[in-house]
């Protein structure tokens, strides 16, 4: 098999291709030929040394593939070798195969590909979870949503377009408005030349809004916060702001640390807001909450009222460009690796 290998923190240069003999799967597990894996925000983070949850490098990392059935482990017989599947993984996933519980490998719909399976279980499990358990959308609320046009960003997008009357104001980069308003944004807002906070005062009277999905971390949580009215919940879920250009700098890290808000309960409870965490890799312990999210998705999905949007595609042996991709903020969607 290959692998992108992090082979020690730093610029996309430290990524690696290696061989290995293919893994053997074990009892109760298949082995998946990956066809497409995705790439998330986090494991750029791995590789700048910005993500706690990360293996130590050398390392591999990845947390969701789409492929095809190749071998079974003891006593497993569904599903059967040829199938379609994608799954959630815990690291290994930037390769061309591994081995994953048979329970936890979930059929592609007809029709999709593989790319857009790979793109669909961190960003909608991750952005399902959030808005319909932690912040509760209910019909006509209005709902900031960062990084709009990245991958949790547009699934949260298509997903609030499934709630009667809800309203979405999202920050993205100016050249990516026409697109994100496209996937239901009703208020883009270019967080680059704006103030994003001003401008949604503005848009609501004075008012606010009732849910902000926050992946910025720092001083954004205060802001956010400040932006709630009356019943209003902040959901932080990501430290983006931890990670500039290509290499770790602890000085921002620092700055960004020191913006971290305190809430104190007492002043929650006057002004009636909530703050919650969100974070999916914290929640193997809880395989009944995400793979209810992931039938929510895809019943959604076979409906035709979300569909996956896949940004580009990369060989392994080009994953420093993904990475760069996703860095330089290029992309629209999912960034997909394809061994
Ligand atoms: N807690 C969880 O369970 C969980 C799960 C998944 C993701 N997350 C978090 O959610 C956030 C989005 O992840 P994703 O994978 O959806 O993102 P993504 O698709 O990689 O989005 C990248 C986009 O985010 C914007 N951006 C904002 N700040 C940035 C920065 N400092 N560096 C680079 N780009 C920046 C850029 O778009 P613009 O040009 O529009 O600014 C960029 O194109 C991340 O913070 C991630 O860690 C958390």
Redesign the pocket.
Known sequence: MRAVWITRHGGPEVLEVREAPDPIPGPGEVRIRVRAAGL???E??ARQGLYPDAPRPPCVVGYEVAGVVDALGPGVERPAAGARVFALVHFGGHADAICVPAASAISIPEGATFEEAAALP??YA?AWLMLFRTASVRPGERVLV????????IAALQLLRTVPGAVAFG???GS?HEAIRREGCAHPID??TRDYAAEIRALTGGEGVDVVLD??GGRDWAKGYDLLREGGRLVA?????A??GPRRSWLRVLVQGVGIPRFDPLRLMARNRAVAG????HLWRRPELVGGALEAVLALWREGRIAPRVDSTFPLERAAEAHRR??????????VLVP
């Open positions: 998330n925000f986090a750029v983070m961190v960003n991750t960062h990084m709009a046009a990245g991958g949790v960003g920050t993205a980069s990516k967080y680059r992946p910025l879920y990501g430290f983006a702001n990670s500039g969100f974070n999916l890799g996703i860095q330089e903020r290029r992309n629209v969607g999912k960034v």
